[in-house]
């Protein structure tokens, strides 16, 4: 698989909750960190882990994929049941057919919200 394949089939895999499948895709000592929660996580079985055991009420829409030899980005979006709407972006690294690091920026929507001195320039999302 291409690196482009490899990003799109994990955020299948992750919908059709296939953590093996998940897994698979990544290095065995996959790096991802998150910096808007401070947050690095070290090792494929982390990383599987920490996503199968978020709260269920999720799905995935993935929005784009840009990529670039091994560098992919990824815009995605999780609505979830009881958190509301959640974007991911995400930058890749991917070598041999395998994720070996990501840096993802997790928010939700509206929780940066606009301040007042835009409001003349800015439409509501």
């Not at 991917?94 to 997790?106: A, H, L, S």
């Amino acid at each position: 698989m291409n690196a482009e394949a490899v990003v799109r089939a994990l955020w299948d895999r992750m919908q059709a909750r296939d953590w093996a499948g998940v897994g698979e895709l990544l290095a065995d000592d996959v790096v991802v960190e998150w910096p808007a929660s401070a947050e690095r996580i070290v090792g494929r079985d982390n990383y599987v882990k920490i996503n199968a055991e978020y709260p269920e009420g999720w799905s995935i829409r993935v929005l784009r994929v840009v990529a670039s030899g091994e560098t992919v980005v990824s815009e995605v979006e999780v609505p979830h049941e009881g958190m509301g709407v959640h974007r991911v972006a995400s930058f890749w690294t991917v070598r041999d057919g395998r994720i070996v690091d990501g840096r993802e920026y997790w928010t939700s929507l509206g929780a940066d919200p606009s301040p007042q001195w835009r409001s003349a320039w800015v439409q509501p999302m």
